[in-house]
């Protein structure tokens, strides 16, 4: 019997390692020359298993100006990836009794409204009720100048609260601006030096920092968004997201901190299962990311032009990261295609073809168009020629005809039919149909 569970222990082993070794990498540089030639994606991908790098490719521009290529070590921003790398942290301070989960935030900021209700774990799994201060109408408007910790402070204080604490879930930056400074408070040291003697020294990230200016002499990368050229972003001063967004890495260096996080080396066990624990779609600093009939763990990101998304599958130690500077493109369909390679199911090279459409034509789509059971606005304008959409406050960004009356957002990877006799859109994604009416 022993005999029998020993061999059965290697050949469930043997299968899972077995998946990732057999990544047809031709097939993958087709799919990546097929977005890089369509102008749906810049930026580089990994994946990993074991410890060991099976593929990694970077497409696109690091600068547009200079035509400079990126490399597998070209530096991107990740946007509220970043949320991982503060959990982990957070949870190193009470590993080392010098916070609690329980711990009140009036013991810090007592002008929060709510803030004797409001422990450390409801800011980790956004159940705080605190107002995320980016989706502030004005926040574009000053995100490029450098703010204090007070100046920050204060607008999450006159952002207020958005619910009782623990009573749902809510994305908030402020809550992990918030814990930023916290940790600030406990190590009376900078967060880029926290988060280099905590993490990135101790698991060797030679290319994970807290980003400042873009620097390209540093392999860094400028990000840029599409309508019909690809266009430089502005800068948001990392002053402001801290721990919530201001991260640099590489898809490799995501990699290894997916394998060094759940492989035991940053933070405890128990402390890695109350990351994973999911309450209404929300862990602490860990999203769920089921594949068939996988289950994996990560996070998104996104800053300016900038996108991301890592995820780590326990069950094959196998670990997928995306980093992009300029993304026309779903990056969930990126992910998934990379999955389909690892798992040996088939890669779809995408079909982008378009049909042209009259500018007449053109002239009986644009309107508002609302759904009030998601509580959601489509705008849709013309410019240049082309169909642009805006969903609520969001940046606008371009569709594409496919038939008479039927466009895809490949951003977001909806397709739109529109129904002029009823004045409607009908919006497919993910599974779900949603009807928009014009207004």
Known sequence: MYKRLIAAIIIGFSLSFSYAQNIDKHKLDDYFKALEDSHKFMGSAAISQNGELLYTKAIGYADMETHTRPNKDTKYRIGSISKTFTTVLVFKAIEEKKLSLAESLYEFFPAIKNSHKITIALLLSHRSGIHNFTSNDDYEKWNTTKKSEKELVDIIVK?????????????????????????????????????????????????????????????????????????????????????????????????KFAEALFGGRLISTKSLAQMETIKDNFGMGLFKFPFNDKTGFGHTGGIDGFSSVYAYYPSDKIAVAITSNGSNYDNNGILI?????????????????????????????????????????????????????????????????????????????????????KKQIIVKRGGGTFIFNKE
């Open 159 to 255: 952002g207020g609260s958005d619910f009782e604490p623990d009573s749902k879930a809510s994305y908030s930056n402020s809550n992990f601006v918030l814990l930023s400074f916290i940790l600030q408070k406990i190590y009376k040291k900078e967060y880029a030096n926290i988060l280099k003697e905590k993490i990135t020294n101790p698991i060797g990230l030679k290319n994970t920092f807290f980003g400042g200016k873009i620097n390209l002499k540093d392999n860094e990368t400028n990000s840029y968004r599409f309508t019909t050229t690809w266009k430089k972003e502005a800068e948001t001063d990392m002053s402001i997201p801290l721990g919530a967004g201001a991260i640099v890495s590489t898809p490799t260096d995501l990699t």
């Open 337 to 421: 295609t990379l999955l389909n390679s690892v798992y040996n199911k088939p890669v779809i090279i995408p079909d982008f073809s378009t049909i042209e459409v009259s500018d007449q034509d053109l002239n009986q789509y644009p309107g508002i168009y609302t759904n009030k059971e998601v509580a959601a606005k489509l705008t849709i304008t013309k410019s240049d020629k082309l169909l642009m959409i805006q969903l609520n406050s969001q940046p606008a960004f371009p569709l594409e005809a496919k038939q008479k009356d039927k466009f895809t957002a490949e951003r977001i990877g909806a397709i739109l039919d529109f129904d002029l006799p």
